[in-house]
């Protein structure tokens, strides 16, 4: 009788090639190109769920993902090695780890986390700017935070969300939204416990077009009230967005969206939290991440 196991892994990928996370007929995928490997290596399908399904174009550092294997002679830990040698080099297993076998990637994570990549004012660089939104004027970084500082807590996203949205409840919970400098590049910083389809992309267009124009510091406010998509900017290119890091609770069953568990910051009976694969941080501690590093890519910090 063959014992079933439960994998978890963190995957990174450059989206530029891709036609978003999730498997399609005719268009290159991530999900397609780690279910292709995984066919390979156990003779049938096996279906992939990750922690978000990013869009056409938008990159990941620490995407999560789970399936489960009947194969028992390969350790957890090797399938980032296998899966590595059959997959092409813009999709990259980081890490690779066997956990409970109702884990789930994408309904157990407490939180979100991406970055949005600008370069403005700066010379034409081709491998940066395949991976940042490039600006000819100089953002006001003071403005765009004073901007941002009403994106926290919980919040009715609907301005934000594109009309294709299928959530009926557009309300998330924000950790923090935030600008600052890296090298040479404004990065946008922003944590939830989900997100709208378009969502993070709607708020860096919207806020970088009220920083042109000089908008007061509560116009972000005044948009989010409103509810209404017309409202906001213009959506931010996809080549710029990075899927950075999800976080986790360990606990006795799964935290469904609507739960204690997947609101902000609010503990999980028993549970401990996990960030990406295993550690040992209580909920709130910064973790550090990747760094863009010019000319070298992302590094660890």
């Given amino acids: 009788m063959k014992t079933e196991r439960c994998i978890r892994m963190t995957m ?14 005719d268009r290159r995928s991530v ?13 049938h399908d096996v279906s992939v769920t990750a922690a978000g399904r990013t869009d056409s174009g938008v990159h990941a550092i620490g995407q999560v993902v789970h399936f489960h294997t009947d ?17 092409p080099v813009d999709v990259r297993v980081v890490e690779a ?18 970055k949005y990549y600008i370069r403005a004012c700066t010379p034409p660089l081709p491998h940066l700017d395949r991976y940042a939104w490039r600006l000819d004027h100089q953002p006001d970084l003071g403005r765009l935070n004073r901007l941002a500082a009403c994106l926290r807590g919980e919040l ?14 557009r309300h998330r919970y924000l950790h923090h939204a935030t600008f600052y400098m890296e090298q040479d590049a404004l990065v946008f910083d922003v944590a939830a416990n989900a997100f709208l389809w378009h969502m993070v992309r709607s708020l860096v267009g919207t806020l970088v077009e009220l920083d042109r124009a000089g908008a007061p510091d509560d116009a972000m406010q005044a948009i989010l009230r409103s509810g209404e998509r017309r409202q ?19 606990a006795a069953s799964h935290a469904r969206p609507g739960s204690v568990a997947a609101g902000g910051g609010l503990t999980v009976p028993g549970g401990d939290l996990l960030v990406g694969q295993a550690s040992g941080l ?18 660890d910090s």
Avoid at 12 to 25: C, E, I, N, T, V
């Fill in 156 to 169: 009715d996203c609907t301005a934000f969300s594109s009309a294709r949205d299928e959530h009926e409840n």
């Fill in 31 to 43: 999900q397609g190109e780690l279910e292709k490997a995984l066919r390979t290596m156990h003779g």
């Fill in 97 to 114: 780890a066997a956990t409970r076998l109702d884990f789930h990637a994408r309904f157990d994570a407490r939180l979100r986390r991406y």
């Fill in 12 to 25: 990174s990928y450059d989206g530029s090639d891709f036609a978003g996370w999730q498997r399609q007929l």
């Fill in 232 to 250: 906001a900017g213009v959506t931010a290119p996809p080549h710029g967005l990075f899927l950075w890091q999800v976080e986790y609770y360990r």
């Fill in 282 to 299: 209580p909920a709130g501690d910064e973790v550090p991440g990747p760094r863009l590093i010019p000319g070298l890519g992302y590094v």
């Fill in 71 to 87: 194969i028992a002679s390969i350790p957890a830990a090797k399938f980032r090695v296998a899966l590595n040698k059959l997959m």
